[in-house]
């Protein structure tokens, strides 16, 4: 059975710049990659020459069928001290947003993707630090100089994330341990993002006419027998407190992999399990309809937009497999009501996953000593079903 998409439906593929670009030298990600390289995290480097490369990248995609492209501007390299900006930087990232319309390539623009200047960090606390909501208004003020004719604007990516990075953080200068497992966004952090999000949208909207959100990181837990109460008290730390927000928003974006349980103590960790992704995770293509259809329940009817969605894996038709069924669960949801505007698969390329190589989450293969880019056939099949609009 073919079942048909709305008309203007974003089909497409995303990336984030310290992931692909390469020598992001001016930030805090790459800082933690060299001090924590004893303890097995991994360096970025060229990462996969993004930076250089990005034509190349954006064209294969386009000829595969897709219409949209999602990626960051890099903080780090706009602003590499504090109210300096780089017109050098800001022109580059310019020259990204024509070449994806140009290739027919709807671009969808996040302004903070995870990384942050060193200067940032250095002031304090970073996010809790004095002035940082209003560094981060300044940034995308100079930002919005660059986003004439874009459409589609997200402030922050995974604030929710962001907060249990950050959480990490404060935990280790307090003198405690850092937590491997189950550690929760940090409330103090979110709360900060939060703000910084409520100044930047109405930047960003008036400057640019754009649609604005944010992006959240949903978990699309579910509730073991006995364990409802303690589902509803995570699920609002993880997912609800960041959600509520975009209620006031254009659209919000959906970012959704896996599923976990939550039983009366809490998360139940993913057991091992043959069909684990590279990342661990449980193999679960039903939690992108889950994440949709909760989120929903919390904003309302704000458009939503699928952000991200994936599976790091090294069969290509495993990824063709888990995108079809999360495209159907994805559909489901649409039939029942539910505004979504598109579907932006991650990732376009494999890439630098935070600290590690191995988990290749690509639609395209990329060689790390020649930057040759090998196209899977899961890129294809995204393509034609862009093309078709129907799954």
């Known amino acids: 059975m073919t079942r048909s998409f709305p008309d203007g439906f974003l089909w497409g593929a995303a990336t984030a710049a310290h992931q692909v670009e390469g020598n992001n030298v001016n930030n805090d990600q790459w800082q933690f990659e060299l001090s924590a390289a004893e303890h097995g995290v991994q360096f970025s480097g060229d990462a996969v020459d993004g930076y250089h490369r990005y034509e190349e990248d954006m064209r294969l995609l386009a000829e595969a069928g897709c219409n949209a492209y999602r990626f960051s501007l890099e903080w780090s390299r ?110 103090e952090i979110g709360e900060a993002l939060i703000a910084a999000h409520r100044v930047a949208a109405p930047l960003v909207r008036q400057a640019t006419g754009a649609k604005v959100g944010w992006t959240v990181a949903n978990q699309a837990l579910v509730p073991a027998p006995g364990g409802e109460r303690k589902h509803a008290e995570i699920q609002y730390i993880w997912e ?6 975009a209620r006031d928003d254009d659209f ?111 639609l395209i293969a990329v060689d790390r000593e020649t930057f040759e880019r090998r196209p899977k056939p899961s890129l294809a099949w995204l393509g034609g079903i862009a093309r078709a609009n129907a799954v």
């Not at 319309?101 to 996010?127: C, D, Y």
């Not at 004439?148 to 249990?164: H, K, R, Y």
């Not at 935990?171 to 189950?182: H, L, N, P, T, W």
């Not at 919000?252 to 990342?279: C, R």
């Open 252 to 362: 919000v974006g959906v970012q959704s992999y896996t599923s976990q349980p939550v039983d009366e103590k809490g998360v139940v960790p993913h057991p091992p399990h043959p069909d684990n992704t590279l990342m661990g995770w449980a193999y679960r293509p039903d939690a992108l309809g889950i994440a949709v259809r909760h989120t929903h329940d919390v904003v309302g009817d704000v458009p939503i937009l699928v952000t991200e969605n994936g599976i790091a894996t090294a069969d290509d038709r495993r990824r063709i497999a888990y995108t079809d069924e999360a495209l159907n669960h994805l559909r489901d949801a649409m039939d029942d009501g539910i505004d979504v505007r598109g579907y932006l698969h991650w990732s376009l390329l494999d890439n630098f996953e935070w600290g590690r190589w191995e988990p290749t989450f690509g």
């Open 240 to 245: 609800d407190m960041y959600l509520e927000p």
């Open 78 to 187: 706009i602003e590499p001290s504090p109210g300096r900006f780089s017109r050098a930087m800001l022109a580059h990232y310019r020259r990204m947003i024509e070449t994806a319309k140009r290739l027919g390539l709807t671009p969808v623009v996040t302004l903070h993707h995870f990384t942050h200047p060193i200067w940032f960090g250095e002031k304090g606390e970073a996010w809790l630090g004095e002035g940082a909501i209003e560094a981060f208004a300044r940034y995308v003020e100079q930002a919005c100089t660059i986003l004439d004719g874009v459409e589609w604007v997200c402030t922050i990516n995974e604030p929710n994330i962001v907060a249990v990075n950050h959480g990490q953080l404060r935990r280790i200068a307090r003198g405690e341990e850092y937590q491997f497992v189950g550690a929760l966004p940090d409330a």
